[in-house]
């Protein structure tokens, strides 16, 4: 690990390099090395460094990569870096796996020198993905170059309290080089899927209503409507149910009520975890987890490539949104 | 180092592992991230009180249910002879879910809603009241379940009852759809007869109820997520397939290694054995999957057909060539580990005489233009020195040797594929030693499907259930691949019933008998220690 001012990639490669010689040695029987990506994460300097190491660290469990974490701050500091290995010992092996980090502080003022460093940090020929939770920070000009080195990028709307505002960030940043995706379409997967498991095939949908809680519109119910508008081919109202945020994770859609074909289907959330659906006479229970960063990363990593039905819903959230 | 891969091939969306399938025209439909979904239906165990049922199919049921891949509209009836309640059943099902589920969660609340699709039929297989009793039972779920008239009956009973069973179906009628462009399917377990004559009598006993379109055999072995990932390592790639012929490969071997004995099955396995058991049904059939043609696409029919060609294309050994291609081993007692271990003939239940194979390794040939002289060595046993699963590819050595010591002649190219456990693939390949002079060492490149991919894969049965119920038979074995396999075993086993052999002829806690090792080295080859 070291810090400097003068921030060269050669440099790091090779620290990183000296790194997995240093490990080799320490480990009687060596270190397994997983690379598959790499990841640039971008987050401002405040954010919890202990959160982001733990849901990267999940992260690379499951998609082992380069991750290039780039925190940007305010003031006038010199950029620095440092480098590290991640490394975990799967259960019931005897072998550590180990990833590479590396970590770049850089303010507002100095971050047009993060790029040129980055481009002599990618991994050749793998594919480069880039997640920035912060609509606002993804959209900066200063990170343009950055961004379009990255197949694809992911960013969260969830971090602006109103859809419509999301939205205009959302127009800045679509229509790069990369695929843009958002973890808050991820979030309504579950109840995409539970919707197709309740009506039955072939049916059509005739009307449909999301609620949501929370001040200001969900883009994610935004999103779910937008979705529902598509297929239905028919207007599908907004409404807020309750203007208490609800716990974290939960996410913020209340309720989905439609009608398909013979039978009006319900759909509410009644818990952390848990969603009642009454279709019919019928009435079920079903599990939604928790929503973490790691767990929406991961669905979005799992998908190369253009999403159709997100650009889709993207292209119709401002309809929905503004009703 | 480890090699991961840069995309997903053969894996299925997030937050699911059930990804094999494409998109379909429902338009709600999103194939990128969650399956289609199921068609509401119930399944009817029929012995619902056994093992299997306990240990293997309500926990892959639950655990469907977790994952949300089952409908709304679901039911599981089970049948058995014990008299029971619905509430009984649901009780003893529960006991079951909670011991016997893997690398899961159990969920009171979602258990709770999950039994109340949990219902019970007692009776006798031999009896027409208790079909009665079904129908009727059926049509209450039908309507207070929503099941659309759906029905997945699955034989999970001794294989003597198969027929019965089948015949009680069909007399009371229960083969046919209650409601028009509902389905009705059945799934028999393993063992399909126990030689070529009774697997042709089973097979037409369930025919004259059921389509063979509707008939899905089980192989759990096919359900595997790494023998899938079998088809995608060789069809999902371009560089593999130009080397997997005769040309490059100078033979394959196919391990399935139990470290363990018969426990507590030896009245079962003294009839069964290791050639019936292990080699007629799940090492033939990852044989055929490792060795097959590429498909015209991933349809059912379109990878069966492959697979039914290869195994037809397996020589017949004739009656004088048993001896010198196939080994019949059974495993005496032993002291493992400073601990005595008995052997077969004393295990509890078995006979003191019984000539029964607790190993069986043979080498097989394939007689068509990409394998015609390459092997296929095959062993299976018990009580051999560790669980272990695995297809060795073993490359020819590089034509000619022009560094100083090098020892290609022990260490060819060897492709492996882990079934179990550690499930991945491993490529040996030779690298120089580091510092002056060529001096070579034989190095692996290891892809390790736990590591590389974290999320948790779903069992053999959760595949393969949801699968029938999709009406997918891709990874069910046909009629005629379950004849072309006894076509290979059962001359071996004429030879083997007509002599009697001196067992037992390896101690337990070894690689089996001397005679397999003999089988190899005929032809020059040795087996490796897996």
């Known amino acids: 690990m070291a810090e400097t001012t003068a921030i060269d990639a050669g440099r790091l490669l090779k620290e990183l390099d000296e790194s997995w010689r240093s490990i080799g040695k320490s480990e009687g029987s060596g270190v397994l090395r997983a690379c598959a990506m790499t990841l640039l994460v971008v987050v401002r300097s405040e954010e919890d460094p202990q959160a982001l190491g733990e849901t990267l660290a999940e992260i690379m469990h499951e998609h ?43 303010t507002r003022e100095n971050l047009s020198a993060v790029p040129p460093i980055i481009f002599g940090l990618m991994v050749a020929d793998l594919p480069v993905a880039l997640w920035c939770r912060d609509l606002s920070l993804a959209s900066l000009e200063e990170l343009r170059p950055v961004l379009r080195l990255a197949g694809k990028v992911m960013v969260d709307s969830s971090s602006q309290r109103d859809a419509v505002k999301a939205l205009e960030c959302l127009r800045k940043l679509s229509g790069g080089t990369w695929t843009l995706a958002d973890l808050t379409w991820a979030r309504i997967t579950r109840w995409r899927e539970t919707i197709v498991q309740v009506l039955r095939r072939g049916e059509p949908m005739e009307w449909c209503e999301v609620t949501y809680a929370g001040k200001g519109v969900s883009t994610a119910a935004g999103y779910l409507a937008a979705w529902l508008k598509r297929v239905s081919g028919s207007d599908v109202p907004l409404r807020c149910e309750d203007e208490e945020s609800p716990p974290p994770g939960m996410g913020r859609i209340r309720a989905v009520r439609l009608q398909g074909g013979s039978q009006v289907v319900s759909l509410r959330r009644t818990g952390r975890t848990s969603l009642s659906i009454e279709a019919g006479r019928m009435g079920s229970t079903a599990v939604f987890p928790l929503h973490t960063d790691s767990m929406l990363l991961h669905e979005e990593l799992n998908v190369f490539g253009r999403d159709p039905l997100f650009q889709d819903a993207l292209a119709t959230l401002p309809e929905v949104v503004r009703g | 180092m480890i090699l991961a891969s840069a995309g997903a091939v053969g894996k299925g969306p997030p937050g699911s592992c059930y990804g094999r399938r494409m998109a379909g025209t429902y338009p709600l439909e999103d194939p990128l991230r969650y399956e289609k979904p199921v068609s509401p239906s119930a399944i009817v165990i029929f012995g619902a009180n056994g093992d299997l049922t306990k240990r293997k199919l309500l926990p892959a049921l639950y655990r469907l249910a977790y994952e949300r891949r089952l409908p709304a509209g679901f039911a599981i009836v089970g049948i058995s002879r014990t008299e029971m309640s619905d509430d009984q059943f649901r009780e003893k099902m529960r006991e079951s879910v ?25 009776g006798d297989l031999a009896d027409a009241a208790m079909y009665t009793a079904l129908d009727a039972r059926l049509k209450e779920i039908e309507v207070s379940r929503q099941t659309g008239g759906n029905v997945l009956f699955y034989l999970s009973t001794q294989p003597s009852y198969y027929s019965t069973a089948a015949a009680g179906l069909g007399a009371a009628g229960l083969q046919n759809p209650s409601v028009p462009g509902a389905w009705r399917r059945l799934i028999v377990e393993k063992p399909f007869g126990h030689d070529t004559a009774s697997a042709a009598e089973l097979n037409t006993n369930l025919q004259a109820v059921f389509p063979e379109n509707a008939i899905y055999r089980i192989d759990h072995y096919l359900g595997k997520e790494t023998v899938q990932n079998i088809l995608a390592f ?25 470290s363990i004995g018969v426990e507590g099955r030896g009245a079962y396995y003294q009839e069964a054995g290791a050639l019936r058991d292990m080699i007629q049904n799940h090492l033939l059939q990852v044989m055929a999957t490792i060795s097959m043609e590429p498909p015209a696409s991933y349809e059912p029919n379109a990878v069966r057909d492959e697979r039914a060609k290869l195994l037809r294309s397996i020589r017949t050994l004739k009656p004088e060539e048993v001896a010198k291609n196939a080994v019949k081993g059974q495993y005496g007692p032993s002291k493992i580990g400073g601990a005595d271990v008995p052997g077969f003939r004393q295990e509890h239940g078995v006979d003191p005489e019984a000539q029964t194979d607790t190993f069986a390794a043979i080498t097989a ?46 260490w060819p190219n060897l492709l492996v594929v882990r079934i179990q456990p550690e499930e991945g693939i491993s490529l040996r390949f030779f690298s120089k030693l580091p510092g002056a002079g060529m001096k070579l060492r034989p190095v692996t490149m290891d892809f390790n499907y736990g590591t590389s991919f974290g999320t948790r894969t779903p069992t053999a049965y959760e595949t393969l259930l949801l699968d029938a119920l999709e009406g997918d038979a891709t990874l069910y074995t046909r009629l005629d691949m379950v004849e072309a396999s006894w076509n290979v075993v059962q001359p071996i086993l004429n030879v083997w019933n007509e002599t009697k052999f001196e067992f037992p002829n390896y101690a337990a806690g070894t690689w089996g008998p001397a005679a397999a090792d003999e089988m190899l080295a005929a032809r020059g080859h040795v087996w490796r220690v897996p």
Not at chain 1, 92 to 102: D, F, K, L
Not at chain 2, 111 to 120: H, V
Request: charged fraction near 20%; include cysteine.
């Open chain 2, 234 to 258: 060789r069809f999902g790639n371009g560089i593999f397939e130009p080397l997997w012929n005769r040309r490059y490969v100078n033979h394959v071997q196919i391990t399935a290694a139990e």
């Open chain 2, 98 to 122: 909670e011991h016997f589920l893997e690398d899961s969660p159990f969920d009171a609340d979602l258990w709770a809603n999950f039994a109340k699709g949990l219902f019970y039929v007692s």
């Open chain 2, 365 to 410: 040939t394939v007689e068509n233009w990409r394998w015609a002289g390459v092997p296929f060595y095959i062993r299976t046993g018990k009580r051999l020195p560790k669980r272990v699963t695995d297809i060795a590819i073993q490359f020819n050595q590089a034509p000619l040797s022009i560094f100083e010591g090098e020892t290609g002649q022990q």
């Open chain 1, 64 to 106: 082992p990569n380069r991750t290039i974490v780039i925190r940007v701050g305010e003031g006038n500091a010199p950029v620095e870096a440092r480098t590290s290995l991640q490394c975990w010992m799967p259960f019931g092996r005897r072998q550590q796996i180990c990833c590479e980090q590396i970590d770049i502080c850089a």
